[in-house]
């Protein structure tokens, strides 16, 4: 794996020998000290994957990723580095766009597979002359579905059924949120369970699907990925809800 390379970012110079000491055994590295080092180092080298320190001098984390994805500068999944590590700031980080978080003090095996998944995944370092399939993607609405509910509704009908799923998924969505911020995981499987049912006999492929993997982990008291998980759903949610506004069976 030395041939894949990370960008550590961070002020503390204890801590970055932390990094290069676990990091070093396995990838190639450099190192910034502050968000102006990063930008400059990313806009002169490839890196596979940043590691980015939430409160730097100068130029902070969070103000860095920002800059990271106006300009463009690059694909590589990045990580936010920080002592906070509570729900709710782990959340923020997601929401800003980071694609994982890791909060010290470090521990080894969580950084090694953390890199390990993230770099893996990347878009960057997937095979070249694999072509994306878009048909194995599961869909946003099955039309067979709606065509159906079409034969025995009218298309206004059909319109309000899909704005009352619309609303309550959002606030069954809300409801999450609140319930994951205040670490009560274990409530959320009824919620995710209306959300699944809902959205699979209204053909909304995509929600059905990840709603009905997430309910799953959390019967089987597998809470790792849910707050990722819950995202994501959210970002589904959004999808299915802009297909509903441009599709052509429920405007034309």
Known sequence: MKNKKILIADDN???RKVFQN??????D???AENGH?????IKSNHYDLILLDIQMPKLDGINTLRLIKEEKLTNAPIIAVSAFAEINDKAYFFSAGFDDFISKPIKPKQLLESLHQL????PEN???DVEQNPTHQTEVLDKAVLIKLLKFNSKENIKLVYNDFIEETEKLLEEIEYL????????????????????GTLGANSIYEFSKKIELDIKTDNFNNTLKDYLYLKTLFEQFKQHCQSSEFLNS
């Open 29 to 31: 590295y450099d190192l």
């Open 13 to 15: 110079a204890l801590n």
């Open 180 to 199: 994951l911020k205040y670490g009560e995981v274990n409530e959320i499987g009824s919620k995710l369970h209306i959300i699944k049912g809902n959205s």
């Open 37 to 41: 080092d990063v930008i400059e180092k």
């Open 22 to 27: 676990i990091i070093g055994q396995v990838y």
């Open 119 to 122: 770099i893996s995944k990347s």
């Open 126 to 128: 997937a095979p070249k």
